[in-house]
């Protein structure tokens, strides 16, 4: 079956341009995650909804970065004004039921975002 | 809230012996706890997982144990081979969300 997908998968950019990153989550999960991995680094949990709703905001780094989701199902990760520090693979993971935690979350490849 | 350590960072091992890598949490209320495998330019992909009601779960050259007491949890690889070469992370689930390690460099070596 169709797994999660993100598009584009390179994107580079000028410094001080917007960027919009898309994600396709699991037909079904209502539960999706962005999270940001610099060069070698761990995952940096960004954003969780559930359905359309956002009940997590803590993780975005300011308010250059935005996010929404509609229809319960394909989310944008929204980046105005970019900077250098911006620079890293944004992964997008998606989850069945009610959005506990204890779901496996299922990644798509990432979308590598290079500012120059 | 949920905080879980990881270790060792990287681990290096010869083809065909075993590798073990361990992670710790602090809440007591965590009940899964999945591993993740991620090869170089590509998404985390699961694993294993396990949840509190067992001690171990196995899958082929792969298993989980957990001690709930010690609140510790690792993963075992047996007879590596040059493709178990990659990244793994740990998790716990807390509320809504899984709070990861910081990931561990497995190489094999030929």
């Known amino acids: 079956g169709a797994g999660v997908s993100q598009s584009p998968s390179n994107k580079v950019t000028e410094k001080g341009k917007d960027v919009e990153l898309r994600c396709d989550p699991i037909s079904g999960h209502t539960a999706l995650y962005w999270y940001r991995q610099s060069l070698g680094q761990g995952l940096e949990f960004l954003i969780y909804?559930?359905?359309?709703?956002?009940?997590?905001k803590s993780g975005l780094p300011s308010d250059r970065f935005s996010a929404e989701r509609t229809g319960g199902s394909v989310s944008t990760l929204t980046i105005q004004r970019t900077q250098q520090e911006d620079s890293a693979v944004y992964l997008c993971?998606?989850?069945?039921?009610?959005?506990?935690?204890?779901?496996?979350?299922?990644f798509g490849e990432g979308t590598r975002l290079s500012i120059l | 809230g949920e905080n879980v350590e990881q270790h060792p960072s990287t681990l290096s091992v010869q083809e065909g012996d075993s590798a073990v890598i361990k992670c710790t949490y602090s809440?007591?209320?965590?009940?899964?706890f999945p591993w993740y495998k991620q090869e170089l330019g590509k998404g985390p992909q699961l694993i294993i997982d396990?949840?509190?009601n067992v001690g171990e779960k196995k899958d082929q050259r792969i298993a989980v144990t957990l001690n709930k007491t010690a609140k510790h949890f690792s993963l075992h690889i047996t007879e590596t081979q040059p493709e178990d070469s990659a990244v793994y992370f740990c998790?716990?689930?807390?509320?809504?969300?899984?709070?990861w390690g910081a990931g561990t460099k497995l190489i094999i070596k030929p």
């Open positions: 998790a716990g689930d807390s509320n809504y969300q899984l709070i």
């Open positions: 909804f559930q359905g359309n709703s956002a009940p997590d």
């Open positions: 396990i949840r509190s």
């Open positions: 809440d007591s209320a965590s009940n899964y």
């Open positions: 993971a998606s989850s069945r039921g009610g959005g506990g935690g204890n779901q496996p979350q299922h």
